[in-house]
């Protein structure tokens, strides 16, 4: 499997529930995004990585959504205290590098409903 | 703020022609525009990526086109198969950053 990958690739919780999505990105790319994408809508940027620090967090929606990449390859997106429109496909991508000319690959996504 | 405009958001053609899918964005300052396929149901996959130093990039029956200077690029989708409905949405990647501003896409179909 060379591609990025993405775990749960459905995942249904309750209102008030914490969640955790994962992403193993392709193996030696440094750069790692996520983006967040509504029914007919296209996707919407929440954050990235650089190696293992958050070069860019202005994407996230509010405190309840957090993400982590501690060893700078598997990155985890966390949401506390799930809320029915925090429901979406969670999108994973990653690239050889953040940057210019950076192609970013994506994984088959998450599927996340709040009921 | 970038913002990326797809028009048209849906496209119903016979198998065999020949079409063009348009993408606009408000700010020049990219570093490239990216266009993706998605499936429904599936994540992206990416089809051409167009470096802003260049004006255009071919794969297959794929043509691709940039114009920062009007802030527009084209994708041209040479004698379509039903095997080509899909949603295609083109991304800008902005210098100040390395997100990609995504369009909302344009839903295409093929009839054979």
């Known amino acids: 499997g060379a591609g990025v990958s993405q775990t749960p690739s459905n995942k249904v919780t309750e209102k008030g529930k914490y969640v955790e999505l994962r992403c193993d990105p392709i193996?030696?790319?440094?750069?790692l995004y996520w983006y967040r994408q509504s029914l007919g809508q296209g996707p919407e940027f929440l954050i990235y990585?650089?190696?293992?620090?958050?070069?860019?967090d202005s994407g996230l929606p509010n405190d309840r959504f957090f993400a982590v990449r501690p060893e700078g390859s598997v990155s985890t997106l966390k949401i506390q205290r799930t809320e029915r429109g925090d429901s979406a496909v969670y999108l994973c991508?990653?690239?050889?590098?953040?940057?210019?000319?950076?192609?970013?690959?994506f994984g088959p996504g998450t599927r996340l409903t709040v009921l | 703020k970038q913002e990326v405009t797809q028009i048209p958001a849906a496209l119903s053609v016979p198998e065999g022609e020949n079409l063009v899918l348009n993408c606009s964005f408000t700010?020049?300052?990219?570093?490239?525009l990216q266009w993706f396929r998605q499936d429904p149901g599936k994540g992206l996959t990416s089809l051409l990526l167009?470096?802003?130093?260049?004006r255009e990039q071919t794969s297959g029956r794929l043509n691709a086109s940039l114009d920062k200077s009007s802030g527009r690029s084209t994708l041209y989708i040479a004698a379509s198969q039903p095997g080509d409905s899909a949603t295609y949405l083109c991304a800008a990647e902005e210098t100040s950053g390395s997100r990609l501003t995504f369009g909302e896409g344009t839903q295409l179909t093929v009839n054979p």
């Open positions: 991508a990653s690239s050889l590098s953040a940057g210019v000319y950076n192609e970013q690959f």
């Open positions: 167009i470096q802003s130093s260049q």
């Open positions: 700010d020049s300052a990219i570093y490239n």
């Open positions: 193996s030696g790319h440094t750069a």
């Open positions: 990585f650089q190696g293992t620090g958050a070069a860019d």
